[in-house]
């Protein structure tokens, strides 16, 4: 878009097409970086640091303001108070790169309709935007830190600072409202049908590479004489009970081509306060962005999170009906 803008911009006196693209493009990324009340670099620092001078720094300024994606107050050698941005605008006007998503397996439905509502958000913004899935929160927020994907999404129970190899400083993040990520009753306890409340359980199912599920386990069935943790990746709890390699699990409730009640499985909430305490520790969702990209700060910035509960339970009662 920015190449067939500047293809006229030829003229005597004027910076060419090459010159003001990079301009444009540096000034939207730290535009969207610092944020609305900020103040841009000075035309001093950014011939120093990027070789741009004032000229082309006014003309780049001058297509993001006529484009819709930036208004500012000039303050002289001082520098300029960004007074307001036009997201969706800014990245398309300086041709920014797509958005790398980086999500949990689709199954669960807090997930599934996360990862629609993020690309819903993207797609009315004009971001462009890719989606990938990978298990494991730990593995997605490692990539991320190491910059081959730009935004993962992870449970709370995930931790930035878990990360030693994060070298870029402070990751950018935003924090959604508990039950986003493990909605309140859609972590259960797996078992057979037809076995009473008083049926010794003896063989626990437990993903040790699972964090959130390891710390769930324990506090639903702790460390005791007679108990047997078995370990194997969670998804598979419930298959694994109905074969009798275990007698329970706990379990993220997902769409099954079979409901669990007709495959003779019962499902249960958890019991026990302890694990309640770490559903809540780790039932939030959270974005987690790529430092070595700052724009992203205003894509997480600007996302409509409050509307993600809602969304989510009107998800649920569908399922439910």
């Known amino acids: 878009m920015l190449a067939e803008m500047t293809t006229g911009i030829r003229s005597a006196g004027q910076p060419t097409g090459s010159a003001l693209q990079p301009a444009a493009h540096r000034l939207a990324i730290d535009a969207l970086a610092l944020g609305v009340g900020a103040k841009l670099p000075t035309n001093a620092q ?11 720094l006014q003309r780049a300024l001058r297509v993001l303001e006529d484009r819709g994606a930036l208004r500012t107050t000039s303050h ?32 669960p439905i807090e997930i599934d309709q996360l990862q629609e509502f993020l690309a819903d958000e993207l797609t009315a913004f004009g971001i462009p ?30 931790r930035s600072d878990d990360h030693s190899h994060d070298r870029k400083g402070s990751t950018l993040t935003r924090r959604l409202e508990p039950g986003t990520y493990y909605a309140r009753g859609r972590v259960v306890v797996v078992r057979r049908a037809g076995e009473g409340n008083g049926s010794r359980l003896t063989k626990i199912a437990i993903d040790p590479d699972s964090p959130d599920h390891k710390a769930l386990t324990l506090a639903e069935f702790p460390e005791c004489k007679g108990i047997a943790h078995v370990t194997m990746p969670f998804p598979q709890v419930p298959a ?4 009798r390699e275990v007698d329970a699990g706990v379990w993220h409730i997902h769409e099954t081509v ?31 962005a790529w430092p070595g990209r700052p724009e992203l ?10 509307k993600i509960p809602g969304t989510q339970l009107e998800g649920r009662m569908e399922t439910a009906g």
């Not at 990027?50 to 000229?55: F, L, T, W």
């Not at 694994?240 to 074969?243: E, F, I, N, T």
């Not at 700060?297 to 409050?306: E, F, G, K, M, P």
Request: no cysteine.
């Open 240 to 243: 694994a009970v109905l074969r």
């Open 46 to 56: 950014y011939l120093s640091e990027h070789q741009m001078g004032a000229g082309t």
């Open 129 to 158: 935007h890719t989606v990938h899935h990978l298990p494991g929160g730990a593995r997605r927020l490692g990539l991320v830190l190491a910059g081959l994907h730009d935004i993962a999404l992870t449970s709370s129970g995930v």
């Open 258 to 288: 079979i409901p669990l009640d007709l495959a003779g499985l019962q499902l249960q909430p958890l019991s026990r306060s302890q694990s309640l305490d770490v559903w809540r520790q780790i039932s939030a969702a959270i974005l987690y």
């Open 297 to 306: 700060a205003a894509v997480l910035s600007s996302l409509h999170l409050d």
């Open 76 to 107: 002289g050698h001082q520098g300029r108070t960004i007074e307001a941005i036009d997201v969706g605008a800014a990245w398309q006007t300086a041709a920014l790169s797509p958005v790398r998503l980086l999500l949990p397996p689709r199954g």
